[in-house]
């Protein structure tokens, strides 16, 4: 398994825009990390969000492909699927982001 460094210079995209991507992008924005963009199958839907870059899932390009990808899908079903559409667009650094139960806090990364 290939690693990569998660620090708070590196561009991040997050994956779903539920509760989860949402209380994620408000604590990484908190603690000082860069949110370039939501990736979300219904971003027509949603308002601009801190400056933000909204777009669907198949409008990811090779650019944006590049930087960290964190899902916040809560159907465990889809995560296989989005994982092989994310690497054939070249995306290389996918983390699923998991919580141990839904009332905590605690914040674990699953690294493909």
Known sequence: MDTFDFNKDKEILIYGYGKVGQGLHRRLVEQGYRVDGIIDKNAEQLAPVDNCVVIK????????????????????????????????????????????????????????
């Open 57 to 112: 899932p198949e409008e990811l390009d090779a650019e944006s492909a590049h930087h960290i990808i964190i899902l916040t899908l809560q159907n465990i079903l889809e995560h296989e699927r989005v994982v092989k559409m994310l690497a054939a667009k070249g995306a290389e650094k996918i983390i699923y982001l998991k919580r141990s139960r839904p009332e905590t806090n605690h914040v674990y990364f699953n690294n493909y």
